[in-house]
C-alpha cells in the first residue's frame, strides 16, 4: 500500500530538508522514527513491530533502543486507528522497561491526487506507566506528494506533556522521507529527522517494499535503514526497523 507518499516543494527545499533530521537521543521513542503517510485503505488491518538501534559508543548513547507493537485498523475511507499494545525502551545505562500505551489515529483529509498534495492529520494520546514518565498528546499534519517515481512525505508533530507536573510547552519534531519506486518490493530512498528541542538533527539511507502474498489479500511491508547524526547531540548512528503485516 502507499504507505509513504510525496511533497513537491522538495525541490525547491533540499537545503531545508538536510536540516529536517532527528530525533533527541536520549528523549526519543521509536515514534520518532518513522514518517507517517496521509493515506488510509478502507477496513485494512494491520499488525506492525518497529523499533530502533543506537550505534555509538558515547555514554549518553550507548546502548539506547526502543521497540513497539501495535494493532490496526481502517474504519473508513478517512479514519485509520492503531493501538500500541506494548512501547518498550531501553536508556543508555539502564535495563529495558516498558513505556505505556498508545492510542493513535490517522485522518485522511483529501483523496489522493485530487490537489497539490494528499494531506492528513495525526492525533495520538499516550499513557506512561513507568514512575516519571508523564502521558503526552501528539498531533499534526501530514503531507504528501508523488512526483513521477519519486515520492516525498512531511510530517510536523507538536507534542505536550500532559497530567500533574507536566512541562507547560509544546515540543516540535519533523520528519521526511523521500524513495524511488523501483518497484513495489524495492523503494530505496533517504529519511530525515528533527526535534529542534533536544538539538537533535539525523538523516540517512532507507530501503522500503512491500510483498503480497500469491493468492490473499494480505501483504508484508518492510523498511530498514540508518540515519546518521548530523550533529554532536544526534547519536552518530541509528539503526531503524519496521515489519507490518497487513489483511483484509
Known amino acids: 500500500m502507499p504507505r509513504s507518499a510525496r511533497f513537491p516543494l522538495l525541490r525547491s527545499a533540499a537545503a531545508c530538508l538536510a536540516v529536517a533530521c532527528a530525533a533527541a537521543a536520549p528523549r526519543a521513542h521509536a515514534d520518532d522514527f518513522i514518517v507517517y503517510s496521509p493515506h488510509v485503505i478502507a477496513t485494512q488491518s494491520e499488525i506492525e513491530v518497529r523499533g530502533y538501534r543506537y550505534d555509538d559508543p558515547r555514554a549518553d548513547f550507548n546502548g539506547g533502543s526502543a521497540a513497539e507493537l501495535s494493532l490496526a485498523h481502517t474504519f473508513n475511507n478517512w479514519w485509520k486507528a492503531e493501538l500500541y499494545v506494548a512501547k518498550y525502551k531501553k536508556a543508555p545505562g539502564e535495563g529495558e522497561h516498558l513505556l505505556g500505551y498508545e492510542l493513535e489515529n490517522t485522518f485522511q483529509l483529501t ?3 485530487e490537489y497539490w498534495a494528499d494531506f492528513g492529520f495525526l492525533a495520538a494520546y499516550e499513557h506512561n506507566t513507568r514512575p516519571g514518565e508523564h502521558d503526552a498528546a501528539e498531533f499534526g499534519p501530514l503531507i504528501a506528494k508523488t512526483v513521477g517515481r519519486t515520492t516525498h512525505t512531511l510530517n510536523l508533530i507538536w507534542e505536550k506533556q500532559l497530567g500533574a507536573g507536566a512541562a507547560g510547552k509544546y515540543e516540535f519534531r519533523y520528519a ?13 530512498g533517504i529519511e530525515a529527522y528533527g526535534r529542534p528541542a533536544d538539538h537533535a538533527y539525523q538523516a540517512g539511507p532507507v530501503v522500503a517494499g512491500e510483498w503480497r502474498i500469491p493468492g490473499t489479500m494480505a501483504e508484508f511491508e518492510y523498511r530498514v535503514g540508518v540515519v546518521f547524526g548530523i550533529n554532536a547531540a544526534a547519536p552518530r548512528r541509528t539503526w531503524l526497523a519496521q515489519l507490518e503485516y497487513e489483511f483484509f
Open 111 to 113: 483523496p489522493v491526487g
Open 176 to 188: 521526511y522521507q523521500g524513495t524511488y519506486t523501483v518497484s513495489s518490493a524495492f523503494r530505496p
